[in-house]
């Protein structure tokens, strides 16, 4: 049984500098919900009560947004204000959050490993703190039923175009069906020509605790940081490893122009914006 959630959100996020540089990115908001909301709202979703969230220097906003506000909540309720008393409150209720720093920035397999204590001997989802999937079933769910059945860690991933593959993380194997490969191959950043397949990692996965000890046997790597690839490298030699092509879009809330199309997307979704925001951006395609 998967219970438990790690969340890295530790990250310099220099992508995004100068917002980053005293505000984590993992609270840039869409409109008005932080991007790490609606990531601990997928684990939720899918049944976790536990998570960790890896964070850092900077980064105390996540753990205060998580936390009651007493004074912002005898504000809400002394005007009225219940429909926002009541998001405030359900905040701080939304699921056993606990924290821990990685205390220096050497990257995702690092941070992963932060974790070490708090998931013991259990499999744990690992939830990217800058990524948010939408979807029907939430992701974590589908990788914790994938799980399930194959008992083993399991890679959420997403086809990209051929073009692309030289972005990300590319996996290789024996196809098992249309959703799942068995991983036997492992590519950091291929070429088109080298790429084994168009299987990208994408922020999401299940992790057996072997992968600790991948993990620190695992040397620094690219920009001098431990990287989980590297790591997952080490544990495919010695455990099966599924990749699992989930049902959802991915959103990456770390780079400017994702992040842009993300909020634009999100708003037109909603009721009270899809409108005047459809007429706003006519009026400057028309002006183009
Ligand atoms: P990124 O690969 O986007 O790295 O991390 P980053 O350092 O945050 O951002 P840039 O590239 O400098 O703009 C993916 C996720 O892993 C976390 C991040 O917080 C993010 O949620 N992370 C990354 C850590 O927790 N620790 C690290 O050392 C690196």
Redesign the pocket.
């Given at each position: 049984m998967v219970k438990k959630a790690v969340i890295?959100?530790?990250?310099?996020?220099?992508?995004?500098l100068p917002a980053t540089k005293v505000q984590p990115?993992?609270m840039l908001p869409i409109i008005d919900t932080p991007t790490i909301q609606y990531v601990i709202q997928e684990a939720v979703d899918s049944g976790i009560e536990d998570i960790l969230v890896?964070t850092?220097k900077g980064k105390r906003a996540i753990e205060d947004h998580f936390d009651r506000n007493f004074e912002l909540e005898s504000h809400l309720e002394g005007k009225g204000k219940d429909s926002a008393y009541d998001e405030i409150r359900r905040l701080a209720d939304m699921a056993n959050i606990h924290f821990i720093r990685?205390k220096e920035?050497?990257?995702?397999g690092?941070?992963i490993r932060q974790a070490r204590w708090h998931t013991g001997s259990e499999p744990f989802v690992v939830l990217?703190?800058?990524t948010v999937m939408k979807s029907v079933i939430p992701v974590t769910q589908q990788l914790i039923d994938t799980y399930e059945q194959y008992q083993c860690s399991i890679l959420g991933v997403e086809t990209v175009p051929r073009e692309k593959v030289s972005r990300y993380g590319i996996l290789g194997g024996n196809t098992i069906s249309d959703h799942l490969m068995e991983v036997t191959d492992l590519v950091e950043k291929p070429s088109p020509e080298e790429a084994p397949s168009r299987f990208a990692i994408a922020a999401r996965y299940i992790l057996t605790p072997e992968i600790y000890k991948a993990i620190d046997e695992t040397p620094r790597g690219k920009n001098n940081?431990i990287q989980i690839t590297d790591a997952l490298k080490i544990l495919m030699q010695r455990e099966r490893i599924i990749a699992y092509k989930f049902e959802g879009k991915r959103y990456d809330l770390?780079n400017k122009l994702d992040y842009l199309k993300t909020t634009i997307e999100f708003a037109l979704e909603r009721d009270e914006f899809a409108k005047p925001l459809m007429q706003f951006l006519k009026e400057i395609v028309k002006g183009k």
């Open positions: 890295p959100a530790a990250g310099l996020g220099t992508r995004f990115k993992e890896i850092g990685q920035m050497n990257g995702l690092d941070a990217l703190g800058d940081e770390g």
